[in-house]
């Protein structure tokens, strides 16, 4: 069974900056992909990064060249590095990934408040 733990969750003033951390209970080799993703109050789940295996990244067009995805082999964790937040980044980010077998994990999410 995998099991996936956000951290790093936190209350920030816009403009500030957060890491968010995704621990995998086994090895993140068993996955073709991971990714994050977020739900705003009120809106859908909606995608926000992922990074393949090989480590090729890709991004929401709303996050670009301010959050940064990548993951630590050895840690078996994927992190979110988030820049200049905004106050529309707000929601609970969920990590997800995608196992070699197919199968869609998803962790049980990690709250980011941006205030103005």
């Known amino acids: 069974q995998v099991h996936l733990v956000e951290s790093g969750g936190a209350l920030v003033q816009a403009g500030g900056s957060l890491r968010l951390s995704c621990a995998a209970s086994g090895s993140i080799f068993s996955f073709n992909r991971m990714g994050w993703y977020r739900q705003a109050p009120g809106k859908q789940r909606e995608f926000v990064a992922g990074i393949r295996r090989s480590g090729m990244t890709n991004y929401a067009d709303s996050v670009k060249g301010r959050f940064t995805i990548s993951r630590d082999n050895a840690k078996n964790t994927a992190y979110l590095q988030m820049n200049s937040l905004k106050t529309e980044d707000t929601g609970v980010y969920y990590c997800?990934?995608?196992?070699?077998?197919?199968?869609?994990?998803w962790g049980q999410g990690t709250q980011v408040t941006v205030s103005s």
């Open positions: 997800s990934a995608e196992a070699t077998w197919g199968t869609e994990y």
